[in-house]
T-cell receptor, first 116, second 109 residues
Framework: GAVVSQHPSWVICKSGTSVKIECRSL??????MFWYRQFPKQSLMLMAT?????????EQGVEKDKFLINHASLTLSTLTVTSAHPEDSSFYIC????????????FGPGTRLTVT | GQNIDQPTEMTATEGAIVQINCTYQ??????LFWYQQHAGEAPTFLSY??LDGLEEKGRFSSFLSRSKGYSYLLLKELQMKDSASYLC??????????WGAGTKLIIKP
């Protein structure tokens, strides 16, 4: 099956700093990538949808200036958490979808962010 | 609005069978997904149904009734490693997944 990687798998940063998370599709071209956030014991919450070469579409309540998403190529999307605060500590998961099977999403392994 | 409902938690015994139900309401429908998620890990794909009926895949089966907006995931011969959260997600007309809150399945020896 298709493989999606995320880097880093976990990160600890100080409040006020920025953190960049990378999501890569390794063996297929991802026309669409999704960024999710998941708090403990809760389900996935979609943050934004990004299509290669265009601006991301953010879900209601998600600050686009705080969570910067760049989908610069068909294999790479990045999420930058700017001026991170402890409440941004969460599990961030990306998923990718290709043109071949628009109904399939392949998930990355997730990034655990802890802001101190 | 769009909504997915599934039980919060279920408990079953090792070796037994368990059925996890899911009801959905979406704007358009392009299929129903089941994912398994172990604590601290990303979801992994289990099944996809777009037509009515039962899809069997080893110990796991998934059923869909489009007219009733209903699906279930059936797990047979339960093993301890099946302890996880099971996420139901319906794909709407824009190919966007609408997620349920997940069902935490606890397997007891």
């Amino acid at each position: 099956g298709a493989v999606v990687s995320q880097h880093p798998s976990w990160v600890i940063c100080k409040s006020g700093t920025s953190v960049k998370i990378e999501c890569r599709s390794l063996d297929f071209q991802a026309t669409t990538m999704f960024w999710y956030r998941q708090f403990p014991k809760q389900s996935l919450m979609l943050m934004a949808t990004s299509n290669e070469g265009s601006k991301a579409t953010y879900e209601q309540g998600v600050e686009k200036d705080k969570f910067l998403i760049n989908h610069a190529s068909l294999t790479l999307s990045t999420l930058t958490v700017t001026s991170a605060h402890p409440e941004d500590s969460s599990f961030y998961i990306c998923s990718a979808r290709g043109e071949r099977a628009p109904y399939e999403q392949y998930f990355g392994p997730g990034t655990r962010l802890t802001v101190t | 609005g769009q909504n997915i409902d599934q039980p919060t938690e279920m408990t079953a015994t090792e070796g037994a069978i368990v059925q996890i139900n899911c009801t959905y309401q979406t704007s358009g429908f392009n299929g129903l997904f089941w994912y398994q998620q172990h604590a601290g890990e990303a979801p992994t794909f289990l099944s996809y149904n777009v037509l009515d009926g039962l899809e069997e895949k080893g110990r796991f089966s998934s059923f869909l009734s489009r007219s009733k907006g209903y699906s279930y995931l059936l797990l047979k011969e339960l093993q301890m490693k099946d302890s996880a959260s099971y996420l139901c997600a319906a794909m709407d007309s824009n190919y966007q997944l609408i997620w349920g809150a997940g069902t935490k399945l606890i397997i007891k020896p």
